[in-house]
């Protein structure tokens, strides 16, 4: 029956190596395959096993469990003396533990004080250093701050750290213990809230578990974070320790070969404490943790003695057996009955371990066993055998076999495939008609943000829908170009540049065309914002903080002076911040997407026209700056804008481009204030590092639409 859940986290820190004593190899069917049903063998007398003798004779144990608590303000437990005196009892019996009681201290009820457990794990530093030691507690434990401790029976609740038994003194005792085989067993849980009777679930463990490491150790545990263990006490013991005791009795012994190892023990707790504490309503699955743990199925725990006791037994007879069926296949071939291929055959098939046999081996060692008990003439063994596939037969067969497995898995994995992009357009399509009605129902000025919003998301599943081009079009209308808020009252102006096609570069009738201007027709095939001035300093610092033209030459500082000394990797840094400042993309325009800006339509030399005469109202150049005595980069928008609304596209600071000039350069645009006026053409190219920072040198931002 399902009873109140003892919130204990049941912890099995096993430490352990491997034993040196051999196991018995277990029968096999096999062995006596083909005998009949009336052999008249007699049974080989086997002496009465002890589990000395093959898991080994230097073992002892610590038992510990505590019911009552002198303290009355600790709550009492029920099982925990029962539990440990279940393991005392499996671990002392010569059928099973094998460990001399004279090895063994079981404390339990009143004798399990702070004293008693601490000069017994003392006395542990004795053993010799091939020992195996087992070390079990159950009762109380409590965990504060980064400490975790057993409660023992005389501990005083008001001062744990006094009176209880710290974890460090436990792990202090476990290192001084020569031998690498320690098994702990910790059935406790380590929530102070449990002492103080309050509900605790096992929360921390790992922090617990972490203080116990070691060489050869392994770690069971009996319930992961946020269990809780169960108390059954139709099962007499708690869920864990139950599958425990059972699994160390002998059900653990998953291949029958009558040891119980660690990996057995293991599965077996694994499987059936999850099992019986889902049919009580709970959830409780141990953990296991390996540390530093070789050939874990070689660790020997405890045996069942009459199932090795048979096996034993069943191991004599077999080897009798197969002695009787050699000399009688020698006979039968000295008498001609037999070939030679025949008998040869049937001598590998005999002294071979059966579980390594395949199918078609053990098929004729059938055969050959018939044959040898006299069940089977030995004129028709051959035609047995003729009828097993040979192995040149079996491999032509698997490869058949495997070609035609990876063809349906071939296709089984296409047709998958084939669902899931089905599916995945199935889903695509509904949300790309899902967001074209929410862009539809909101095509006004009042929602049309909520409308441009679902057409961006609309327009990365479909880049081709031209629909939603068309309508986001219409509906940016109603906004005008976005305008940036940076913060503090600082904001960043931007214009619409609509795609197209131009010519870019100069022809060769262009007065100072250089050679890398050579004209070739671009398309700009999408929309995009450009900021409607170079970058100042003001918009620079709202976004960066920082002030990198502050004390160098030829720069006057101002609010809407152009922000300058900053190189191409510094303007992509304040691209990425702004992009996450505004939730737009904001980035560098291309050496093209510059050069149609900056032309506006146009096809001479500079945006209003071929000559330079006018080109002191639209630009800050070495003319109109040095006459005037300002030897420095002008605020922005102080001249006329090209015929798109853009400033300073001529002149005042180079601007960085995205493109790279060559291999270790980065397109400059633009000219500058102490540059003649054919450097400040449309066409003009310009370059510098990417690290390079000078007082001409700034940039203006791009926007996708």
């Not at 190892?261 to 293991?266: G, K």
């Not at 219409?474 to 197209?500: E, H, M, R």
């Amino acid at each position: 029956m399902f009873t109140p859940l003892r919130t204990r986290l049941i912890s099995l820190l096993a430490l352990l190596t491997l034993s040196a004593t051999a196991l018995a190899q277990p029968a096999t069917s096999a062995d006596v395959a083909g005998s009949a049903a009336n052999d008249t063998r007699k049974a080989v007398g086997v002496e009465a096993i002890k589990a000395i003798d093959h898991v080994g004779q230097q073992r002892y144990a610590l038992v510990i469990g505590i019911n009552d608590y002198a303290d009355a303000k600790i709550p009492d437990l029920t099982l925990c003396e029962k539990d440990a005196k279940a393991i005392y009892d499996v671990l002392t019996s010569s059928q099973t533990g094998g460990i001399d009681k004279a090895n063994t201290t079981l404390l339990v009820g009143k004798d399990a004080t702070s004293r008693n457990i601490r000069k017994a794990l003392a006395d542990l530093r004795k053993i010799p250093a091939d020992a195996t030691v087992f070390i079990y507690f159950s009762g109380h434990g409590a965990k504060e701050g980064d400490e975790a401790f057993w409660v023992t029976q005389d501990c005083e609740l008001a001062d744990l750290a006094a009176t209880a038994l710290p974890d460090r003194d436990v792990r202090a005792f476990l290192d001084r213990i020569p031998s690498s085989r320690v098994i702990v067993m910790i059935d406790s849980c380590y929530a102070a809230a449990t002492v103080k009777g309050g509900k605790a679930l096992a929360t921390e463990f790992d922090a617990v578990l972490s203080k116990f490491t070691g060489k050869g150790r392994a770690y069971l545990m009996a319930a992961g974070s946020g269990e809780e263990a169960i108390e059954a006490k139709d099962l007499k013991h708690s869920v864990f320790t139950h599958y425990l005791v059972e699994g160390l009795s002998g059900k653990a012994d998953d291949n029958g070969d009558g040891v119980v190892v660690l990996p057995e023990l293991t599965n077996y707790i694994d499987k059936h404490v999850a099992d019986e504490a889902r049919i009580r309503g709970g959830v409780q699955k141990p953990v296991v943790k390996l540390d530093d743990v070789q050939e874990p199925s070689k660790f020997k725990l405890t045996i069942d003695a009459d199932r090795l006791q048979r096996n034993l037994q069943e191991t004599t007879q077999s080897k009798l057996l197969r002695e009787k069926r050699l000399s009688t296949l020698e006979k039968l071939y000295l008498d001609d009955k037999l070939t030679r291929d025949q008998t040869q055959l049937g001598q590998l098939l005999l002294g071979s371990d059966p579980s390594k046999l395949d199918e078609n081996d053990r098929k004729r060692l059938t055969y050959f066993a018939q044959v040898l008990d006299g069940e089977l003439t030995p004129d028709k063994l051959q035609r047995a055998l003729d009828l097993i596939e040979t192995p040149a037969q079996r491999q032509v067969r698997l490869a058949k076999e495997a070609t035609m497995r990876a063809e349906a898995e071939r296709l089984v994995r296409e047709a998958a495939e084939k669902a899931r992009m089905v599916e995945m357009e199935n889903v695509r399509q509904t949300k790309i008609t899902d967001l074209w009605k929410t862009a539809l129902a909101n095509d006004n000025k009042t929602a049309g943000k909520a409308a441009l919003a679902a057409l961006e998301e609309l327009l990365k599943l479909d880049p081709n829908h031209g629909e939603a081009k068309k309508l986001r079009e219409k509906i940016s209308g109603y906004f005008g170009p976005p305008v940036l808020d940076l913060g503090n009252g600082v904001k960043l102006a931007t214009v619409k540049i609509q795609s197209g096609k131009f010519t870019m570069g100069s022809p060769a009738s262009e007065a100072a065309r250089k050679n890398d201007e050579t004209q070739k027709s671009v398309t700009i095939d999408k929309d995009f914002y450009m900021g409607e001035s170079e970058v100042t300093q003001a918009q620079w610092k709202a976004v960066m903080g920082t002030t990198p033209w502050k004390g160098q030459s030829n720069v006057k500082e101002g609010d809407a002076y152009p922000a300058t000394y900053v190189s191409w990797d510094d303007a992509q840094a304040f691209m990425q911040k702004l992009s996450q400042l505004t939730g737009k993309k904001v980035r560098l325009p291309s050496e093209a997407e510059w050069e149609y800006a900056c032309r506006a339509g146009t096809t001479t030399a500079y945006s209003f026209g071929d000559s330079d005469r006018n080109l002191s109202d639209y630009a800050w150049w070495r003319k109109n700056a040095f006459d005037i005595g300002e030897e420095y980069a002008h605020e922005v928008k102080t001249k006329k804008p090209n015929p798109w609304g853009l400033y300073d596209m001529h002149g005042n600071v180079w601007e960085w481009c995205e493109d790279r000039y060559d291999a270790t350069s980065r397109v400059l645009r633009g000219g500058c204030w102490i540059y003649s006026p054919e450097i400040c053409r449309s066409a003009y190219r310009g370059w510098d590092s990417p690290v390079g920072r000078d007082f001409n040198v700034g940039f203006r931002v791009v926007l996708d639409f």
